[in-house]
């Protein structure tokens, strides 16, 4: 399941409203993004996310349907927040739920690395250094490649 | 041709979309590209660093060799920073 | 921090503890693991979960402080349930935060790899095959094996 | 000396803990394991296959050559299924 939204979310509501009565789940992983108060040695005031309307949701969907495909899982969930955030607050939220615990770890993984570069946000930080938008990384285009077969 | 703008892109290119015609001899996205930056200098500015622009069409990740059509939904980006 | 208890857990209100005011935190990993209804083929009606007070504390806390050595770790949390649980019960949570998320994804994998092979718990299934004694899993040593130096 | 069992190994040895002075000659917890096997019925069921034994002393893994004092915590139990 994946959602592009606004709002903040709950971890334990999600989890548990993704994972129902499944009692075949052996192991649920999880990652949240959130914002940080610095950035290259600036403190950082706030953050505003742009994201391109249709082509996010056909992203995300891809990268999820992408990552069942590779790991046998019981249920994914992928939740990307927009809009203005300031530090502390949460960005991104991904839950990868399988009867055993190395295929929920890898899926998670890739669902993270793949999301940091294929799916269209753009970050831009106001603080200390004004107004900019933030750079890719490298080490996220590096993260991605290990998972080309 | 719907042509979409995103982050300092859009920017630099002053609107978020643009409705243009596709003229004969543009066939692809580098040539989409070209004839942008030689017709606006707005355009210009935001496309000359070509190794920073990524382009999406019809809303899936393409190359600059992508053949396009009159119908697609085209948008110009810098890399993705999410997550 | 690390808890060896018998009462349930919420992974939302665990999180928020831990992060508390640290804006540094850039992402968080956790992995949580649960009794499944299933066992080689035959029902589990309920697990028993016994351990060796006293060494699982300082066992949790020896690996713990082994993470926090090797990864830039700005928080790390361990609870361990024991006692009595059923299908669908969370049995082990750890949470991992990072100002970056490959060091969060590496320490929350590298905790449970050692939590497996490591910390004094022994399961013990009740179900359709009768009670008896979970058996170790040769993955989980050689997951144990991959963190070595 | 305390002597903890666990698990199975419990279960085999039928009770929890047990408290021996240790006698001479018994060095090591390989000998130990001898030493027990030989003087009890249960003890000698319970740690019989020896790959499937682990040893902590004062709460920490050990090997079967570990040198033993007489005031060690000692436990057996099968290899952990925790997690």
């Known amino acids: 399941m994946i959602r592009v939204q606004k709002e903040d979310f709950d971890i334990s509501s999600e989890i548990d409203a993704l994972v129902g009565e499944d009692r075949g789940i052996g192991g649920i992983c999880s990652f949240m993004g959130t914002v940080r108060d610095m950035a290259d040695g600036a403190s950082i005031d706030s953050m505003t996310l742009e994201h391109y309307t249709g082509m996010t949701e056909k992203a995300l969907s891809g990268i999820e349907e992408e990552a069942n495909n590779r790991w046998n899982l019981s249920a994914t969930l992928i939740i990307h927040r927009y809009g203005e955030l300031y530090p502390g607050d949460r960005i991104v939220l991904v839950v990868t739920a399988s009867p055993h615990r190395e295929e929920a770890f890898m899926a998670c993984q890739f669902l993270m690395d793949w999301l940091k570069t294929k799916a269209p946000f753009w970050k831009r930080e106001e603080g200390e250094a004004g107004s900019k938008w933030v750079d890719a990384r490298a080490a996220d285009d590096l993260a991605t490649d290990r998972w080309r077969q | ?83």
């Open chain 2, 1 to 83: 041709m719907n042509i979409l703008y995103f982050s300092w892109i859009r920017e630099k290119v002053g609107v978020p979309h643009q409705d243009v015609t596709l003229p004969d001899g543009v066939r692809t996205v580098g040539q989409l590209m070209t004839w942008l930056m030689e017709n606006d200098d707005h355009c210009a500015a935001a496309l000359a660093e070509q190794k920073a622009v990524r382009v999406a069409v019809n809303q899936e990740h393409v190359g600059f060799d992508h053949v396009l059509n009159d119908s697609d939904e085209v948008a110009f980006f810098p890399p993705v920073t999410g997550g």
